[in-house]
């Protein structure tokens, strides 16, 4: 009885990190260079293109690889809302236009604050990093992102 209690417990666990592994390789990776007045500044980014990613977000991490965000990819262009909760980390959330423009910076977000940060206008696009990389680069509004090639697709959590 214990032997197969056992058994299946470790097909339950080999099925999980099978399910597990296979989600995590789908994180693609891009390049993500930033365009401000102090110069241009390259980071990677995971890239949030469905609900799901982007209802997880950053959430849970309690550290960045240095100069590594996350990128939220909508389908359309309007206000979004974000919030800290379940966020350990503070964070520099960025809202850019259709065009990869800065439209909004709300620097060094509360870790698991409720509080709704809101775009302040329509974007398409929102990057989050790790707090003090807006003040670190000079970031303002009407500054230029561009995304760059893949990086890789590799686990990332």
């Known amino acids: ?3 197969s209690i056992l058994g299946s417990f470790g097909i339950l666990v080999a099925l999980w990190a099978t399910l597990f592994s296979s989600w995590a390789s789908e994180v693609k990776v891009r390049e993500l260079d930033l365009v401000t007045a102090r110069g241009t500044y390259a980071f990677t980014v995971e890239l949030a293109e469905t609900p799901e990613a982007r209802g997880k977000g950053l959430m849970y991490r309690k550290s960045l ?3 590594h965000g996350m990128l939220f990819i909508f389908e359309r262009t309007r206000d979004q809302l974000f ?8 964070l520099d959330i960025i809202f850019l236009t259709d065009d990869w423009r800065v439209h909004h910076v ?3 977000a ?3 604050s409720e509080s709704v940060i809101s775009s302040r206008g329509p974007v398409r696009y929102v990057v989050e990093f790790e707090a003090g ?3 670190r680069t000079g970031l303002s509004r009407g500054d230029q992102f561009r995304l760059g090639v893949e990086v890789s697709e590799v686990p990332t959590r």
């Not at 919030?83 to 503070?90: D, H, I, Q, S």
């Open 110 to 112: 509360e870790p698991f």
């Open 65 to 67: 690889p240095e100069n």
């Open 133 to 135: 990389m807006a003040a």
């Open 106 to 108: 709300h620097e060094n």
């Open 1 to 3: 009885m214990i032997r």
């Open 83 to 90: 919030w800290m909760k379940n966020t350990p980390l503070p």
